[in-house]
C-alpha cells in the first residue's frame, strides 16, 4: 500500500466550528489532493497541490481552504463547518502530471457536522 | 471544462454475464484516464491507467479500453466477488484529477 496516512479517521465537531484534516505521504509524490465524497455525487474535488506552496482549486473549493507548508503533508481546513460540509473526505497522492502514474488514495476520514 | 460522465449508474448481473461500463469524457488535454475499484467504507484502489486512444489494458476479467472521447470497461464473466463501485477519472495537463460519478456494479451467484 501507497505511504499515505489521513488523520483523524473519524470526526464529530458543531457546526461553525473550524476542522483541520491532515494528509500525510511517505512517498515524495509531487501532486496531493483533496476530495469529498457524498452519496449520489462520486468524489468531488475541493483543492489539490502540486508542489510546496502551490495549491489550486476545484469543483467544491467554497468554504474550504489548504495549506502545504512541505512536500509530506496536506491540510484542508473546514473555516466555519456547517452541516452540508458533513461527508467522508479523501486524499489522494499522486507523482506527476505526465500522465504516467496513478493516484494512490488514503482511507479517508468520517467527518460528520451537528 | 473538464468532465466525467459514467453509466449506468448501477448494473446488475448474473455471475458470468459479460457487460461493459462507459466512461465518457472532456478534457483541455488529456494525460491520462484511470478506473478504480471501491469497496465500501473504504478508498479507491488503482485498476488501470490508458494514455491515448486505442489502448487497451487487461487485469484478469476486466479490460479497459480507450477513444478520443470515451473508454470502457469490459467485464468478462463475472464473479459476486467482483461486486463494488467502479470510478473513471481523467487527468488534464495541469495535474487535475477529475472523477465521474461511479457504477455501482452487482453480481448474483
Known amino acids: 500500500d501507497a505511504g499515505i496516512t489521513q488523520s483523524p479517521r473519524h470526526k464529530v465537531t458543531e457546526t461553525g466550528t473550524p476542522v483541520t484534516l491532515r494528509c500525510h505521504q511517505t512517498?515524495?509524490?509531487?501532486?496531493m489532493y483533496w476530495y469529498r465524497q457524498d452519496p449520489g455525487h462520486g468524489l468531488r474535488l475541493i483543492h489539490y497541490?502540486?508542489?510546496?506552496?502551490?495549491?489550486d482549486k476545484g469543483e467544491v473549493s467554497d468554504g474550504y481552504s489548504v495549506s502545504r507548508s512541505k512536500t509530506e503533508d496536506f491540510l484542508l481546513t473546514l473555516e466555519s463547518a456547517t452541516s452540508s460540509q458533513t461527508s467522508v473526505y479523501f486524499c489522494?497522492?499522486?507523482?506527476?502530471?505526465?500522465?504516467?502514474?496513478?493516484?494512490?488514495f488514503g482511507q479517508g476520514t468520517r467527518l460528520t457536522v451537528v | 471544462e473538464d468532465q466525467v460522465t459514467q453509466s449506468p449508474e448501477a448494473l446488475r448481473l448474473q455471475e458470468g454475464e459479460s457487460s461493459s461500463l462507459n466512461c465518457s469524457y472532456t478534457?483541455?488535454?488529456?494525460?491520462?484516464l484511470f478506473w478504480y475499484r471501491q469497496d465500501p467504507g473504504k478508498g479507491p484502489e488503482f485498476l488501470f491507467t490508458?494514455?491515448?486512444a486505442g489502448e487497451e489494458k487487461e487485469k484478469e476479467r476486466l479490460k479497459a479500453t480507450l477513444t478520443k472521447k470515451e473508454s470502457f470497461l469490459h467485464i468478462t464473466a463475472p464473479k459476486p466477488e467482483d461486486s463494488a463501485t467502479y470510478l473513471c477519472?481523467?487527468?488534464?495537463?495541469?495535474?487535475?484529477?477529475?472523477f465521474g460519478q461511479g457504477t455501482e456494479l452487482s453480481v448474483k451467484p
Open positions: 489522494a497522492i499522486s507523482e506527476s502530471n505526465r500522465g504516467n502514474t496513478e493516484a494512490f
Open positions: 512517498e515524495n509524490h509531487r501532486y
Open positions: 497541490s502540486y508542489g510546496v506552496k502551490d495549491t
Open positions: 478534457v483541455s488535454g488529456l494525460r491520462g
Open positions: 490508458l494514455y491515448s
Open positions: 477519472a481523467v487527468q488534464d495537463q495541469g495535474g487535475k484529477l477529475i
